[in-house]
């Protein structure tokens, strides 16, 4: 009988130990063996994303700097099964690994963080809002090109701090992250999707594993949540045709009505002054499909030179 620890890889953050905390309790739940102490293992693994503060992600190369150094834990057999906030996750995974499983999705939206106003409508003009993301900060600007928008970088804890001290007048944070960490009560207002398009899988936490490790990947079964898979396949399918990393403004959230599918994405300029967007309708069982439509509905639209800021920085 095999007795070694099923180890779970994250980064070290607040709230990437509570989303691994999470699986964890999860997988007690549904298999009685890993109840005993030690039958599961967290091990922390710092990412290249956690080590250089001093530079937006788009700066110092996207999004899978969160998860390379993971990925290669995995890859070598350290961990068996990482945790990863799935807006993290580039399009394209190791040939190694798979992702089998998806909880059910958290809170979608964006959340307002602001000591002296309510909305970002309520911000004067000159008001500083500080954000790592150029999603949330294009959007912005888009419906406050009389804002500014300064990088703010670090876990929420430390964005939250600086808020208080005075370094930006608001912020933008995920309100799915808030609420695992227990902070929903510190936000000022929720920005609907109308207002504010979520990043694509935000609010869902996302487990890989390697394709040919059969027994994790049966561990993992029960835990999947398949309503947010499809929503999450979809978003992922949008973004994988766009290219999407850190350096691209592109928001998209998939909806499920029973067996229908309504999905909503935008592309932006940086600036926020262009902002192509579209709606489709379609089954669940098109979700991949109407995501992949969706990216090229809206590459066709771009036109050439949409994207030239990708490597403008």
């Known amino acids: 009988m095999n007795t070694s ?5 994250t980064r070290g953050s607040p709230l990437a130990l509570a989303q691994a905390h999470e699986v964890q309790a999860r997988l007690r739940a549904a298999h009685p063996d890993l109840v005993a102490d030690g039958a599961i293992e967290i091990v922390v693994i710092k990412t290249t994303g956690d080590m250089v503060l001093d530079r937006t992600l788009a700066q110092i ?3 899978g700097l969160f998860t390379k150094e993971i990925d290669e834990a995995q890859i070598e057999g350290r961990i068996d099964i990482a945790v990863h906030s799935m807006k993290d996750v580039p399009t394209v995974l190791p040939d190694a690994l798979s992702l089998p499983c998806i909880l059910e999705r958290e809170d979608v939206r964006d959340a307002f963080m602001c000591l002296s106003a309510r909305s970002l409508a309520d911000l004067p003009a000159g008001a500083v809002v500080g954000t790592a993301s150029l999603r949330r900060g294009a959007q912005v600007l888009f419906r406050r090109p009389d804002l500014r ?16 001290d005075g370094v930006v007048d608001a912020t933008l944070l995920a309100m799915a992250g808030l609420r695992r960490l227990g902070l929903a009560d510190k936000v000022a207002s929720q920005l609907e999707p109308e207002e504010m ?3 694509v ?3 869902a936490i996302g487990i890989t594993a390697r394709r040919d490790d059969e027994a994790t990947l049966r561990r993992l079964a029960p835990l999947d949540h ?13 973004l994988a045709v766009l290219d999407g990393s850190c350096r691209t403004p592109i928001a998209g959230l998939a909806e499920l009505n029973g067996d229908g599918l309504r999905f909503r994405g935008l592309v932006i300029k940086p600036d926020g002054s262009l902002c192509h967007e579209t709606e489709l309708r379609a089954t669940r069982g098109e ?8 990216g090229e509905e809206l590459l066709g639209r771009c036109g050439p030179g949409f994207f030239d800021f990708k490597t403008a920085e």
Do not use: W
């Open 5 to 9: 620890p099923l180890r779970i890889g």
């Open 197 to 199: 398009l979520p990043a």
């Open 287 to 294: 979700a991949e499909a109407v995501g992949r439509a969706a």
């Open 61 to 63: 190369g996207g999004k």
């Open 226 to 238: 398949p309503d947010s898979h499809v929503r999450v396949l979809a978003e992922r399918a949008f």
């Open 149 to 164: 928008v300064e990088p703010l970088r670090g876990n929420v804890q430390t964005r939250m701090k600086k808020l208080q």
């Open 201 to 203: 899988a935000q609010g």
